[in-house]
């Protein structure tokens, strides 16, 4: 919709090059508000690719961009080869997009909704394609109940079912497991990987940690500004994050404690023990040096989780957030 | 393959047509209200509002010019039910104007007919009146019967008699007024209600349904997961107005047959041309509802502007009053509304035998209303969600 295209015209998807997403200073306003700022990243073929970050920090509004659904307001990029500001239209035949919120017509049935996305993207026989799909979702026998009364769990693989219908190259899901039962989860996973397996690029969105463990690489996205991003490995080494953990009687007071001591950034109770960081080792060893004397109290080092990072990175980009004065917290 | 080419459009139309069929069956308190909104109308409708309007357009077709003929015109013109706005030389032209409905009266004065009074040979005068909407025509008509005295008044020295009120009242009127309710002799208001209900009822119940259709998408979140689909906006916009074409004409089916085993109204023109028509403006109207469900941000929002439009249409078309009693301003506003236009061609063909011929200039109207309609609802139709 947009006049683009200043660079080189891309050419038509037919080599496929080894990024499925290839994006450089995407920026997206919604009046006042920056909900994306300068977002660049790059996800490769067959790879799955875990987007994290606080409610609001932009996730659903890149996914968007991603697949023509958004124009942005700057920056450039590929998706599938294919310029996602000139080529939308062509994206979207070779991109599986789930919405966070179930988003099939509930009043229709399970069978008449995969036959109806089979014929719009021009799937050969959708009438059989459809039934496929159905056993493939094990949903032989429900399908012709109606979308609006399956259970979440059913909704989501539904949802699932109708988004690879039509063989995409590139699957967006955004938090695609939310509110889902961790049975369901463990599944949906499973499928994940296998179509991965198959040569699938998969992008996800989500708040569960473990859910970010299970990717291949992972970004982590705040305020609208991408912090880091890498291997799940990578992201936990570069945040220079030194952690201990104590357990002993009252975790809550000795928590509270802790806190207020310099050099100790972040504190966070698990069950009994209490999880202790900061990015100075020594001044965090010299702050907890009195308390490691303390009896009836455990300490040890140990490294920080990937929640620990995402906690930290999220409170520092907030503290350079409320700084900047950019005020408004960021919902969308 | 991306899926281009004509085929693969019509593929894509055909797609969310079945789709939105489905939807349409399933839900059935609409599809009832589809059924019943006709039958209820008819039913309820079938009883007249009354109102006599004034300066009606009024065609004189005269064989001769004499003090007399002009005393009669001004006496015509001062009941205020009657504005001479034509002067056709012909039979033939005074029928043309009236069949298309732009003249509701012709005033048709004999040869001779001055001298026929003076010799006392008590002449006939003819007046024709567009009947089929009696409510229009006929205050107009009765007030015919004072005339003659009205106009022998200012013209008493041309009767042997001496003036009115000197005890000559039982003497034979001067002249005679031979009044024809043509199309609708009876007067039956019911003539006239039947394509009124026509007309307002598939403005109603097109619009409604698709005004509904895309803000429904909207609200429910599948616009989004449409969005995100290779179809284009003209393909979403075909595939949801064509199964409430067919709903239309099953609903107009069920008016004409039900006017005619009801009401017995006649079928004097050609029913291809009354179907291809109202095809037309059953178009118009989905283009139009289709544009409101584009601008409106949900159901709510999408039923309350149907209902602002739907106003102005029923008060304005002629439906409810007749479109000759209205002032100029809300004529003009009355020929930007698809309902004024319909309701003339349905009328025209149904009760006169209205041709295409005759209908050209409110054919225009419809389509153009039409064409501009459906421009701003593609060009309205976001394909982003921006």
Redesign the interface.
């Known amino acids: 919709?947009s006049a683009a295209a200043q660079d080189t015209p891309v050419p038509v998807p037919v080599p496929v090059p080894d990024d499925a997403i290839e994006v450089e200073g995407l920026s997206k306003s919604f009046g006042e508000r920056v909900v994306v700022r300068d977002l660049s990243m790059r996800v490769r073929r067959g790879q799955i690719y875990g987007f994290l970050g606080p409610n609001g920090s932009g996730k659903t509004t890149t996914i968007?961009m991603l697949?023509?659904?958004?124009?942005p307001d700057a920056g450039r990029g590929t998706c599938l080869g294919l310029d996602i500001l000139t080529q939308?239209?062509?994206i979207?035949?070779h991109?599986g997009?789930m919405?966070q919120?179930?988003?099939?017509?509930?009043?229709?049935s399970v069978r008449?909704n995969l036959e109806?996305?089979a014929?719009?993207?021009?799937v050969p026989d959708p009438v059989g394609a459809a039934r496929a799909a159905v056993e493939r979702l094990g949903l032989t026998g429900r399908d012709r109940q109606?979308a609006g009364s399956l259970s979440g769990g059913w909704k989501q693989r539904l949802a699932l079912g109708a988004c690879i219908l039509p063989s995409p190259q590139l699957l967006l899901l955004d938090e695609p497991t939310a509110g889902v039962d961790p049975k369901a989860r463990r599944e949906f996973w499973a499928q994940i990987h296998e179509l991965a397996a198959e040569g699938l690029t998969v992008l996800v969105s989500t708040h569960y940690m473990d859910e970010a463990e299970r990717c291949h690489e992972i970004a982590y996205i705040a305020y609208g500004e991408l912090l880091a991003q890498g291997t799940v490995e990578d992201v936990i080494a570069r945040s220079g994050l030194v952690t201990w953990s104590v357990t002993g009687a009252d975790p809550a007071a000795l928590a509270r404690e802790l806190a207020a001591l310099p050099g100790v950034e972040m504190v966070a109770p698990f069950g009994t023990s209490v999880h202790v960081g900061g990015h100075d080792a020594a001044a965090l060893e010299a702050a907890i040096a009195p308390y490691r004397q303390r009896p009836g109290l455990d300490w040890r080092a140990d490294a920080p989780t990937l929640e620990d990072v995402f906690i930290d990175l999220m409170t520092r980009s907030k503290d350079n957030f409320a700084k900047d004065g950019a005020g408004k917290d960021g919902r969308r | 393959m991306s899926g281009g080419g004509p085929l693969g459009s019509l593929r894509r139309i055909g797609a969310m047509m079945r789709k939105e069929f489905l939807q349409l069956l399933r839900d059935r308190v609409s599809f009832a209200t589809m059924i019943m909104i006709p039958l209820l109308q008819l039913v309820l409708f079938g009883y007249a509002i009354n109102t006599t309007p004034r300066h009606l357009p009024t065609a004189v077709l005269a064989h001769e010019n004499t003090s007399l003929t002009r005393a009669i015109l001004a006496s015509l013109e001062n009941t205020k039910y009657f504005a001479v706005t034509h002067h056709p030389r012909t039979e033939a032209e005074a029928e043309r104007l009236m069949r298309s409905g732009d003249v509701l009266f012709v005033v048709e004065i004999p040869a001779g007919f001055e001298r026929a009074v003076r010799r006392g040979e008590n002449p006939s005068m003819l007046v024709a009146a567009d009947a089929t909407d009696p409510v229009a025509s006929g205050s107009a008509l009765a007030a015919l019967r004072t005339l003659v005295d009205t106009a022998m008044t200012r013209e008493r020295f041309i009767v042997e008699g001496g003036p009115r009120g000197s005890g000559l009242e039982d003497q034979p009127p001067a002249f005679e007024i031979i009044t024809h309710a043509r199309y609708n002799p009876a007067a039956v208001t019911q003539l006239n209600i039947v394509p009124g209900l026509l007309g307002t009822i598939l403005t109603m119940t097109m619009l409604i349904f698709t005004a509904l259709s895309v803000t429904r998408e909207i609200e429910r979140g599948t616009m989004e997961t449409l969005l995100a689909m290779p179809i284009r906006p003209v393909e979403v916009m075909l595939g949801k107005i064509a199964p409430y074409v067919m709903v239309g004409a099953a609903q107009a089916t069920l008016i004409v047959v039900a006017g005619i085993v009801l009401f017995d109204v006649p079928v004097v023109g050609s029913l291809g041309l009354l179907a291809a028509l109202t095809g037309l403006f059953i178009v118009a109207n989905l283009s139009i509802g289709y544009t409101f469900s584009t601008l409106a941000q949900n159901q709510l929002q999408a039923v309350q502007m149907t209902f602002m439009y739907f106003l102005p249409n029923i008060l304005l078309s002629g439906f409810m009053f007749p479109f000759a009693g209205m002032p100029q301003w809300a004529q003009w506003i009355s020929e930007t509304l698809p309902l004024t236009h319909y309701l003339r061609m349905v009328r025209g063909i149904l009760l006169k035998g209205a041709t295409a011929d005759d209908l050209v200039y409110d054919m225009a109207a419809l389509t153009a209303i039409m064409l501009v309609a459906m421009l701003i609802a593609v060009s309205r139709f976001r394909q982003t969600l921006d």
């Open positions: 919709m968007r697949c023509g659904l958004l124009t939308a239209r062509a979207r035949r991109v997009y919405t919120k179930f988003s099939l017509y509930a009043d229709l008449e109806f996305v014929r719009i993207y021009g109606l």
